[in-house]
């Protein structure tokens, strides 16, 4: 009973669709656990951090969904307020801490899950004890060039990373996505389907226009990143990007897509790559309680 009355809390405003109304569930369920560690300090630090990267990630979800922030608002509270003051003793509190965590620890065994989106999947891994891996990558291929997009670790250091194997050498790249501030909401360009997405890339279909794009540069070249190219013929050549481009691309919205325009050493664009942003924050969120030290 008392799930049903949290559950409905935090009701969508769509109640009779089963996928809206199970993520109000599982939200309602996290921000019981929340308010019941706030109270009792049951959870360790990286615990108590990957509960609230969920909570950001499933709210985010809902809100998707229909979900008002009246709605989040007024739920959460409730919730809150229920657990203001628990018997921190009590079985009641001890066993929904319990079964959080026991649950985290199930999401977390096998130390590699793939998220899949409507085109493309991200694969989020822990390090094994390696020096360098990928804790966070998306495959793609277009016009001969294969890519590997997402966050490499390498000893102590987080990078994020584009690592390509390509007919000739690109000697810079430059990641285009929607730019939030300029442009609120993506841009069908398919008009609803009755149109072909630009270029025939069913991924270059939800966007926007080129007045609210923002244009995020490469930061660097990785000297050795041959080694984290996908594998196949051509050369190789690994470009990074400044530490907050995976934050920009998840202000975006599922089905939307990132472009990367390739340049050679002309300057003349050799080709690109387009990256879905899908699943990425929950990918994102297991790497992260995969991997909690250097990623966070």
């Known amino acids: 009973m008392i799930g049903l009355v949290l559950a409905s809390s935090l009701a969508l ?9 199970e993520t109000a569930a599982r939200l309602a369920r996290l921000v019981e656990v929340a308010a019941i560690d706030e109270a009792c300090a049951m959870l360790p630090p990286a615990e108590r951090a990957i509960l609230d990267r969920e909570i950001a990630s499933v709210r985010h979800q ?3 969904g229909g979900m008002s922030s009246a709605t989040w608002s007024s739920g959460s509270e409730r919730i809150r307020r229920r657990w203001a003051s628990p018997d921190c003793g009590a079985s009641a509190a001890q066993q929904t801490v319990l079964r959080y965590r026991q649950a985290l620890n199930g999401w977390l065994m096998g130390g590699e899950r793939s998220f899949e989106g409507q085109r493309r999947v991200w694969t989020a891994r822990a390090a094994e004890n390696e020096h360098s891996h990928w804790a966070l990558a998306q495959d793609a291929v277009h016009d001969g060039i294969s890519a590997r997009f997402g966050s490499v670790i390498i000893g102590e250091d987080t990078v994020v990373l584009l690592s390509l194997r390509a007919p000739r050498q690109p ?10 501030q300029l442009a ?3 841009v069908d360009f398919t ?8 270029g025939g890339e069913p991924l270059a279909g939800l966007g926007a226009l080129s007045s609210g794009q923002r244009r995020i540069w490469t930061s660097g070249v990785l000297r050795d990143g041959g080694r984290f190219a996908p594998g196949g013929d051509g050369v190789t050549a690994s470009f990074t990007f400044p530490g907050d481009t995976l934050e920009q691309m998840m202000a975006l919205e ?3 897509a990132a472009r990367v325009d390739l340049y050679d050493a002309s300057g003349a664009r050799m080709g690109r790559i387009w990256i879905e942003i899908g699943a990425l924050r929950q990918a994102r969120n ?3 309680a995969a991997n909690p030290s250097p990623l966070q």
């Not at 008009?191 to 630009?198: I, V």
């Open 171 to 180: 000697a810079s790249a430059v990641l285009v996505l929607r730019d939030v």
């Open 13 to 21: 405003t769509a109640s009779g669709d089963d996928a809206r109304a």
């Open 254 to 256: 599922a089905a939307e």
């Open 184 to 186: 609120p909401r993506p």
């Open 62 to 64: 809902a809100e998707a």
């Open 191 to 198: 008009s609803g389907g009755r149109r072909q997405p630009p």
């Open 286 to 288: 297991y790497a992260l």
